[in-house]
């Protein structure tokens, strides 16, 4: 209590930077070592961020580290987790929480035996965008919430990811890789999910980098690369998914939400901002403004909400959350492969609203 939470990041690539600039402004959460196969990768961040270079094995057995921050691959999600929770480690991982959800409870249950807590990607929905249209919702806003559509149609990451194999591999694909977003997103806003019925398909077999060192390259295609679904809440509401790698564009709205009282435009759930659109029966298109969720926030702030939630209390970016998600999205691949409506078997909270507020902020010594 009072004290940062000291945080040790495995896997320094890409998207560690995002991680790594907003850290520092985070009085909750404070960066101590870094580890990456590449060690001169982690070299050469641990210099730039003032902190030690580990070995994988060192950081997750490290007394100085309280939390590893799993960065890895998906493939190896689940591997590093357990490595982390076996030296005492609290978790906090990329999404999505393992390639299966067999592997997910595996992490889990690990985690609670060892009385260590999980925390995952994403925490966009703890920003302004997402919260803000939540709050629109419990508010009454729209009603009775009955339907939403989720849509990601791209041309693929292939274009623009210098490395981007791991896209096409299991574990990837446009639902396991954008999917968290769109499905925690809609979670947040409608509640857990009880059953899905789903379609998928591919185009191509390989796909050719367009971008860095390789560019000219192909890799592999081994996952479905388009996938639709519906999504039946708990509470009744349907939701349609659309996730593709091979779409150009659209004009479809990232979520919206449908009641029986009005309509939300809800913003990209791979940002923390955006504006919220309300059409009330009878009126028109009108912009809110943000009513929830953390100012100006970035990804780190799941860790930080983590580190500030009590013992006891689910926190907003939990591991359990995350195998809900998981476990929706692996259903709805089942579905598209069997033809037939997948029972999603587990059930979570929905995640606490975030009033709006500035980061998390740890607790005071008394």
């Given at each position: 209590?009072?004290?940062?939470?000291?945080?040790?990041?495995?896997?320094?690539?890409?998207?560690?930077?995002?991680?790594?600039?907003?850290?520092?402004?985070?009085?909750?959460?404070?960066?101590?070592?870094?580890?990456?196969?590449?060690?001169?990768?982690?070299?050469?961040?641990?210099?730039?961020?003032?902190?030690?270079?580990?070995?994988?094995a060192e950081l997750t057995t490290d007394p100085e580290v309280d939390l590893v921050l799993n960065l890895t691959i998906p493939a190896a999600h689940a591997e590093i987790a357990l490595q982390a929770i076996a030296g005492g480690k609290h978790v906090y991982g990329e999404k999505p929480l393992a390639v299966t959800p067999a592997e997910a409870r595996t992490v889990l249950d690990a985690?609670?035996?060892?009385?260590?807590?999980?925390?995952?990607?994403?925490?966009?929905?703890?920003?302004?965008?997402?919260?803000?249209?939540?709050?629109?919702?419990?508010?009454?806003?729209?009603?009775?919430?009955?339907?939403?559509?989720?849509?990601?149609?791209?041309?693929?990451?292939?274009?623009?990811?210098?490395?981007?194999?791991?896209?096409?591999?299991?574990?990837?694909?446009?639902?396991?890789?954008?999917?968290?977003?769109?499905?925690?997103?809609?979670?947040?806003?409608?509640?857990?999910?009880?059953?899905?019925?789903?379609?998928?398909?591919?185009?191509?077999?390989?796909?050719?980098?367009?971008?860095?060192?390789?560019?000219?390259?192909?890799?592999?295609?081994?996952?479905?690369?388009?996938?639709?679904?519906?999504?039946?809440?708990?509470?009744?509401?349907?939701?349609?998914?659309?996730?593709?790698?091979?779409?150009?564009?659209?004009?479809?709205?990232?979520?919206?939400?449908?009641?029986?009282?009005?309509?939300?435009?809800?913003?990209?759930?791979?940002?923390?901002?955006?504006?919220?659109?309300?059409?009330?029966?009878?009126?028109?298109?009108?912009?809110?403004?943000?009513?929830?969720?953390?100012?100006?926030?970035?990804?780190?702030?799941?860790?930080?909400?983590?580190?500030?939630?009590?013992?006891?209390?689910?926190?907003?970016?939990?591991?359990?959350?995350?195998?809900?998600?998981?476990?929706?999205?692996?259903?709805?691949?089942?579905?598209?492969?069997?033809?037939?409506?997948?029972?999603?078997?587990?059930?979570?909270?929905?995640?606490?609203?975030?009033?709006?507020?500035?980061?998390?902020?740890?607790?005071?010594?008394?």
């Amino acid at each position: 209590m009072g004290q940062p939470l000291r945080v040790g990041i495995v896997g320094v690539g890409a998207i560690a930077g995002q991680y790594l600039a907003t850290f520092g402004r985070l009085d909750a959460v404070r960066l101590v070592a870094v580890a990456d196969l590449d060690a001169d990768r982690a070299q050469a961040v641990a210099a730039e961020q003032g902190v030690r270079a580990l070995t994988v094995a060192e950081l997750t057995t490290d007394p100085e580290v309280d939390l590893v921050l799993n960065l890895t691959i998906p493939a190896a999600h689940a591997e590093i987790a357990l490595q982390a929770i076996a030296g005492g480690k609290h978790v906090y991982g990329e999404k999505p929480l393992a390639v299966t959800p067999a592997e997910a409870r595996t992490v889990l249950d690990a985690a609670q035996a060892a009385g260590v807590r999980v925390g995952c990607a994403p925490d966009t929905v703890l920003g302004t965008g997402i919260q803000t249209a939540r709050k629109a919702i419990d508010d009454g806003a729209i009603g009775l919430p009955v339907a939403a559509t989720a849509t990601m149609a791209t041309p693929g990451h292939e274009r623009w990811h210098p490395n981007p194999d791991f896209y096409y591999q299991p574990g990837g694909g446009p639902l396991l890789d954008m999917g968290p977003y769109y499905v925690t997103a809609l979670v947040t806003l409608l509640g857990p999910v009880e059953s899905v019925v789903g379609a998928a398909s591919h185009t191509r077999a390989t796909r050719t980098i367009g971008s860095g060192p390789r560019v000219g390259e192909t890799v592999r295609v081994d996952v479905d690369t388009h996938v639709t679904g519906v999504l039946r809440h708990v509470s009744g509401a349907l939701s349609t998914l659309v996730m593709s790698f091979d779409s150009v564009a659209t004009h479809a709205s990232n979520i919206e939400v449908h009641g029986q009282a009005g309509s939300l435009v809800v913003p990209d759930p791979n940002q923390f901002d955006g504006d919220v659109e309300l059409h009330e029966l009878g009126g028109s298109w009108q912009t809110l403004p943000p009513s929830a969720g953390y100012r100006d926030a970035g990804r780190g702030y799941g860790v930080a909400d983590l580190a500030t939630t009590p013992d006891g209390v689910p926190a907003r970016a939990d591991g359990e959350l995350a195998y809900h998600v998981l476990e929706i999205m692996t259903a709805l691949l089942a579905a598209a492969d069997s033809g037939t409506t997948v029972a999603v078997e587990s059930r979570c909270e929905r995640p606490a609203a975030v009033p709006l507020s500035d980061a998390p902020r740890r607790p005071e010594r008394d």
